[in-house]
């Protein structure tokens, strides 16, 4: 992987110093309107916290869409 980058389901964008879950997931262009599971190095991570979560260098950011229906 390459230095100074992380990963948002497996497309890479750029790190910056003091990155958080928000930054990196705008970056990606991710709806964060829509219903979904993250976790950041496969950890969870709530969205209503990821203005607070920072992002280390090299992360691996995974998006789940959550999908409800009958």
């Not at 928000?22 to 969205?47: F, R």
Request: glycine share 12%; hydrophobic share 45%; charged share 15%.
């Amino acid at each position: 992987m390459t230095s100074d980058m992380v990963t948002v389901n497996g497309a890479f964008i750029e790190h910056t110093d003091g990155m958080v879950l928000s930054d990196a997931l705008m970056k990606a262009g991710v709806d964060t309107g829509a219903p979904m599971l993250i976790t950041v190095n496969g950890v969870y991570a709530e969205k209503n916290k990821a203005g607070h979560i920072t992002i280390p260098d090299n992360a691996d950011i995974r998006i789940m869409p959550l999908l409800s229906g009958g």
